[in-house]
């Protein structure tokens, strides 16, 4: 006996019908999911840190998850038995899930692209100059892209409706008082993204500049759309307005190259000898890896009535290292001092000498 599938949808109820359709939409969905990940994940496994499939799948996994039943059902959907309001009811509910979920596929797209960036510029070596350029503009792109797509999606899905399309029109026509009471609300918003439009391509500050601001030391570690994050040295954050690095001033440490000259600054008597001091300084710098081998002095850069002031400048790749070899040198020359010329390290003298009293030549002459 044979059954005719389309008689028999024609004489089951309607709703079992319906969730029969959705259950349907939902299964194949999740089989056409289930069988393309594992054979685009097998393609991935080629041994390498970065693979642009593991990339798609990693991003894409999750929401293909919820946009590909939300297909198959759309395309199902003019076979249900809804009854006329309930069907432009779930068409609209429909069109909207994936409005929203395309939106999110596109995001997620931006961020694959964004992966292949970060692969094809890596930071992670010691000449990274253009490399932190290219991934600052890459940050601030992807967060304006973003944002235009989700304000492009709300727009979207309210216009979808009847009433939202009055509401603007309304809206419309107080546009000329409520623009300017707008403008003047977020002036210092638009401020801020201008200035971060800004920074993004004249780049005063780049991802993972170090920065000396408002008296810290750290690292640029986020640039958003209105703010920047400091990453200071001990694990603090200093947020700060994006404006703040346009309007004031501040040292970057890393504006043209991460290389810089560490100081340290020694104070001994006048009795040490300076030269001794030199080869010391020379020994110590040859014998550490963190020393570039470009920058070696040792100087005496000040006399004051009791010490005089010897400056060591050695040279660094960036100043993570030129701050552990100023440590460094610091706690062996004074360790050299200490132990060859214990006398020379700061003292203060006092001369000791017997009264003289009235008439006594003699003992003027001798303390003369």
């Known amino acids: 006996m044979t059954i005719n599938l389309a008689e028999l949808a024609l004489t089951m109820p309607a709703w079992i019908w319906n969730v029969l359709v959705i259950i349907f939409s939902i299964i194949l969905g999740f089989l056409i ?56 009811a779930v068409e609209k509910v429909t069109e909207i899930l994936i409005t929203l979920s395309f939106a999110i596929v596109v995001m997620r797209f931006i961020r694959i692209f964004e992966d292949y960036l970060y692969h094809r510029f890596d930071i992670n070596k010691e000449n990274n100059l253009r490399e932190r350029k290219i991934r600052t503009q890459i940050v601030f792109i992807r967060k304006l892209l973003i944002t235009l797509i989700v304000i492009v999606t709300v727009a979207i899905v309210l216009l979808s409706f009847e009433n939202m399309r009055k509401i603007g029109a309304g809206l419309l026509t107080g546009v000329g008082v409520g623009g300017i009471i707008i403008g003047f609300a977020a002036q210092k918003s638009l401020g801020n993204l ?19 601001v408002e008296g810290e030391w750290g690292k640029v570690e986020e640039i958003n759309l209105t703010y920047v994050v400091v990453n200071i040295w001990d694990k603090r954050r200093l947020v700060l307005p994006i404006n703040y690095f346009i309007e004031k001033p501040f040292q970057n440490w890393t504006r043209t190259t991460a290389e810089i000259l560490g100081t340290v600054f020694l104070y001994v008597d006048f009795t040490i000898p300076v030269e001794k001091l030199r080869e010391k300084l020379t020994e110590l710098l040859e014998a550490n890896v963190l020393w570039d081998g470009k920058v070696n002095v040792l100087q005496v850069t000040d006399f004051k009535e009791k010490t005089m002031e010897l400056r060591c400048l050695m040279s660094c790749r960036n100043s993570g290292q ?47």
């Open 33 to 88: 999911h289930t069988i393309l990940v594992p054979i685009v994940r097998h393609q991935a496994k080629n041994g390498t840190s970065y693979s642009a499939i593991r990339s798609i799948i990693r991003h894409l996994n999750k929401i293909l998850a919820v946009f590909i039943p939300l297909l198959v059902f759309n395309s199902l959907l003019p076979f249900t038995r809804f009854n006329a309001q309930t069907h432009i």
């Open 322 to 368: 030129a701050f552990e070899l100023r440590c460094y040198v610091r706690e062996h020359m004074i360790a050299y001092i200490n132990e060859h010329f214990p006398s020379a390290l700061s003292q203060t003298r006092i001369s000791m000498a017997p009264p003289i009293s009235p008439g006594d030549n003699n003992s003027v002459s001798e303390i003369i």
């Open 194 to 212: 201008l200035a971060g439009l800004q920074i993004a391509f004249t780049q005063p500050i780049r991802m993972d500049d170090v920065l000396i």
